[in-house]
């Protein structure tokens, strides 16, 4: 588009969506550059939400957009949407020229995530104090409800929803989500917005308006019940008496920072379960909500609601994100955790008399509670959703990353620290009171990941890492005595706190901005630590001890199954050896072993012998690790382990998982399919198809293959009848015809799934078999045998004649004695 002149707004967004059809994105973000510079706000006003949704996608996943989560490096587009979407680009510059007016944007209530919308359809204003007075009410009812965000807000919100919009990634498409354009733009837009160095550079647009929005007014003398962190007194607000909203002045410096950061943790993170939405509700809650319900049906005129929306149970969520979801969520942690740690020294503890003097800065006091009042609670149940429903494989990885860098803070300080000398670090005693406030992300998710791992198979080499990955974690120097002074302080016996004033303080989830009103400061660390535990898991939770009795029996069990799994791997290291060892000299021609369970197709590429060293040397790593961390005696392990390996000899690992015989044949039992899982015992692979119909294999020639077949089919067509009479015979003749022309191998006596036992009984007639001659091992032995009878002056037909003789001598002497030597 060329230099926009004037014209009618209707025809400018005509003409943009014209121009998104024929135009390519370079042309199209050049003319976009040009309007922005050139329109004015009222007119820009009109475009806004079609250019926001043209580039992020609708919220209903209809319209693609630009694929921002599917545009890589490599992509000519990708610096053309990079350069225009960055903080600093014609976007942002868009956002801030009309956040300088009073324009809003309606979000429909039903994007909202799960818990926001329950509230809002119980009638009750929601935790989060990003969507207080914004609600616009319909004459529609309840289930039209829309939200009216100021344009950073929207903005953000579409942003950010764009990542829990379902992608179908098109046909060979393999490129990393770490690289992706949205990841990008999300860390340029975290270490812009919340930078560890300077403060928030100011919008390039006056706000005379004050775009912050400030939660209620609230009283200093705000009493809690227990140590829970609901307050009663928030659900008293109900959403058609929103109270007036008045911006804090000096919350203005960094209001971006704060929209910016409930948004992501609100749409990333605020979703969970029918179960845990309800077990997030204390009884005082319950009991506020019942008594608001009664004093509302009270009223002569109460607002139109739905069917239906009068109870708890009308929330329920499917969530399963996906391992770039995690990832990006892992991204904030890990900035997070480095935007709080750049918090100056000085204001950690500031004394007294500086105190009276300087007043630390927004964003600076905003660093000192990020973490704990803005992420913790969410992120904990994230977490604990992932952990409960994420399937057990190797994805698990990004959800394992996630947790480990959040319990880790001491990770993202800007030191510089030798990976070798990070080991024996013993971490100093300023992070005691991050381990005690955050106590369940260490002792509650650790029994979670404990349960995940006995179900695992530790044969493989990425779950044996993520098995040492936390192991190694944990067994930090100091971290374990930290978590087990948390856990004595959390069960300090109640009647000892009685005579302490409770005494609580405010957080996002509970309607407050941390700039709404000054908390007092506490300094009763037994208290913190039970307010933590009771909000996270409520008040009538029980807790198991991480170093109690039942947790170190579980940890014992686990020792056993990895023990069980390094000799698994030792075992199938050592055959694959001796078959590497036995096959070496045949590779030279391309022969390779006639033995159908050594050419396994199915075979897993993580069972390679490189992959089983890893295997052993992580489970070994691991075992070392959890010693440390619950103190166990090495030489009750190490008979542990002698006691296990004694019990699991050869014979043992040669036997079936356990079965019990079913009405159609076997049927697996529980502990079965735990000796499977952890590699203890396995079924034998066969092949229990026709052998004649098998797939050629790489040491048989292919054209000789179908000759054979050809030839031999042929033969048992026009014979076969004589064939079944001669193999029915009980003299010595019908036990000579059986062993020529009967398959030994699928008459055995082996126990088979009813399916393939019907194979075997339509398979077991006689017949004639020419395909051994077509393998590359018997041509060449056959191929020897001719060139030794020529030295020996022997003809073709002299050679052949003596090896039917042998043949028959052989298949004689087999009749006569083969059932002898079976025996013995």
Same mark, same amino acid.
């Given at each position: ?85 960055? +903080? ?128 209620? +007014? ?209 971490? +100093? ?396």
């Amino acid at each position: 588009m060329a230099a926009p002149t004037l014209q009618q707004p209707s025809f400018l967004l005509a003409n943009l969506k014209a121009d998104s059809t024929t135009k390519p994105l370079l042309q199209r973000c050049q003319d976009l550059v040009k309007i922005i510079d050139d329109y004015p706000a009222k007119e820009l006003h009109l475009i806004f939400p079609w250019l926001v949704e043209s580039v992020f996608g609708s919220l209903d996943g209809i319209i693609a957009g630009w694929n921002l989560r599917l545009l890589h490096s490599r992509s000519h587009e990708y610096n053309i949407a990079m350069e225009f979407l960055n +903080p600093g680009g014609p976007m942002m510059k868009l956002v801030y020229k009309l956040q300088a007016e009073d324009y809003k944007y309606e979000i429909p209530v039903n994007y909202l995530p799960g818990p926001v919308k329950a509230c809002i359809q119980e009638g009750v204003l929601p935790d989060c104090p990003l969507f207080h007075n914004k609600l616009q009410f319909p004459l529609s009812g309840l289930l039209t409800l829309n939200l009216a965000l100021n344009p950073f807000e929207f903005f953000m919100f579409n942003f950010a929803y764009c990542l829990i919009i379902p992608k179908i990634h098109p046909q060979g498409h393999h490129g990393s989500s770490t690289d992706s354009a949205y990841f990008v733009l999300v860390d340029a837009y975290l270490k812009y917005f919340l930078p560890s160095e300077g403060s928030v550079p100011p919008s390039p647009f006056s706000d005379s308006r004050g775009s912050v929005t400030a939660p209620s +007014p609230r009283a200093s003398s705000v009493s809690f019940a227990g140590y829970g962190v609901h307050s009663p007194s928030l659900l008293k607000h109900h959403i058609f008496h929103q109270p007036s909203v008045n911006a804090d002045p000096s919350a203005q410096e960094i209001w971006r920072t704060e929209t910016l950061l409930q948004m992501f943790v609100e749409i990333w993170l605020h979703h969970y379960s029918l179960d845990m939405y309800q077990k997030l509700q204390s009884p005082q809650v319950k009991l506020a909500l019942l008594q608001y319900r009664l004093s509302m049906s009270s009223m002569p005129c109460q607002p139109h609601a739905p069917p239906g929306s009068g109870t708890l149970h009308t929330y329920q969520e499917p969530f399963s994100p996906s391992e770039e979801h995690v990832l990006v969520v892992r991204l904030l942690v890990k900035h997070l955790h480095a935007f709080s740690n750049s918090l100056k020294p000085e204001q950690l503890s500031p004394s007294p008399s500086a105190h009276s003097h300087t007043h630390p800065s927004p964003l600076e006091e905003f660093k000192r509670v990020v973490v704990q009042r803005f992420v913790q609670q969410k992120l904990y149940l994230f977490l604990q959703h992932c952990f409960g429903h994420w399937p057990l494989d190797a994805s698990f990885r990004a959800v394992l990353e996630t947790w480990l860098s959040y319990i880790q803070p001491w990770r993202y300080t800007g030191e510089k620290i030798n990976p070798q000398a990070d080991q024996t670090r013993t971490l +100093p005693d300023k992070w005691e009171s991050f381990v005690q406030e955050n106590l369940l992300m260490y002792t509650k998710l650790f029994q979670v990941f404990l349960n995940r791992t006995v179900r695992t198979d530790l044969v493989n080499a990425k779950n044996a890492l993520m098995v040492f990955r936390v192991a190694k974690v944990f067994a930090q120097p100091n971290l374990a005595d930290m978590i087990q002074k948390g856990e004595q302080l959390f069960l300090e016996p109640e009647h000892v706190l009685h005579h302490r004033q409770p005494r609580g303080y405010l957080t996002p989830s509970q309607g407050g901005s941390f700039l709404s009103s000054r908390q007092r400061v506490m300094t009763d660390v037994v208290f913190r630590v039970k307010s933590h535990v009771y909000a996270l898991e409520g008040q009538d939770c029980q807790y198991k001890q991480m170093f109690g009795s039942e947790l170190r029996g579980a940890v014992m069990k686990l020792i056993q199954i990895i023990a069980q799994a390094r000799q698994t791997a030792k075992r199938i290291s050592d055959h694959s050896n001796e078959v590497a060892a036995n096959n070496s000299f045949l590779s030279w021609f391309g022969i390779g072993s006639p033995d159908l369970n050594n050419t396994f197709a199915g075979a897993e590429p993580e069972e390679s012998g490189e992959c089983l060293k890893k295997t052993h040397e992580f489970l070994d790593r691991a075992l070392e690790n959890l010693c440390q961390i619950f103190k166990l005696n090495q030489g009750q392990l190490t008979q542990l382990i002698a006691n296990l390996g004694s019990s699991q000899d050869d014979g043992n690992s040669k036997q079936l998982p356990d079965c019990i015989q079913g009405e159609n044949g076997l049927i697996l039992t529980d502990l079965g399919r735990r000796q499977i899982l952890n590699g203890q015992r396995r079924f034998e692979i066969h092949y229990q198809g026709d052998p004649e119909l098998q797939p050629i294999r790489s040491y048989e020639s292919a054209l000789l293959v179908r000759l054979f077949y050809g030839i031999s089919s042929l033969v048992n067509e026009r014979f076969g009848g004589h064939m079944n009479a001669l193999c029915s015979r009980p003299d010595f003749l019908g036990r000579l015809g059986r062993h020529y022309l009967s398959d030994q191998d699928s008459a055995s006596k082996s126990r088979h799934s009813p399916v393939s036992r019907q194979g075997l009984d339509r398979n077991r007639h006689p017949r004639l078999s020419l395909r051994p001659l077509a393998s590359y091992r018997t041509i060449v032995l056959l191929l020897v045998f001719y060139v030794f009878g020529a030295v020996l002056s022997f003809g073709p037909v002299s050679s052949t004649l003596l090896i039917l003789a042998g043949g028959f001598l052989y298949g004689l002497f087999m009749t006569l004695f083969g059932d002898k030597l079976k025996t013995h």
